[in-house]
Nanobody
């Protein structure tokens, strides 16, 4: 079973930056898309950003456009989320996810993803 392992979370002041990393536990793992979601206490899991390995296209939630950047290396099965200009409302557990199977679901919904990491906490103080 493949595991996705996130790292890079922590406590940062508003306006600061963090870089999250996610790596698959198996080098032979291949995926079609990888993405980041977040979940704040008492709220549902929401889409943050995704990258498609075919063509390298990216997609972002409106609330992170211009502040967050997703990147990665398909050969290394790693994906990153560079988060700049962080706000207190960005405080949440951030989850890495991967799509392996072919389907027509939007990559903005959790149901599209086959594998999930355990999450890494990001806390932004005001």
């Amino acid at each position: 079973q493949v595991q996705l392992v996130e790292s890079g979370g922590g406590l940062v002041q508003a306006g600061g930056s963090l870089r999250l990393s996610c790596a698959a536990s198996r080098r032979t793992f291949s995926s079609r898309h990888m993405g980041w979601f977040r979940q704040a206490p008492g709220k549902g899991r929401e889409f943050v950003a995704a990258i498609s390995w075919s063509g390298g296209s990216t997609d972002y939630a409106d609330f992170v456009k211009g502040r967050f950047t997703i990147s990665g290396d398909n050969n290394q099965n790693t994906v990153y989320l560079q988060m700049n200009s962080l706000k207190p409302e960005d405080t949440a557990a951030y989850y890495c996810a991967a799509v392996r199977r072919f389907h027509l679901l939007s990559i903005r919904i959790p149901e599209a993803y086959d594998y999930w990491g355990q999450g890494t906490q990001v806390t932004v103080s005001s």
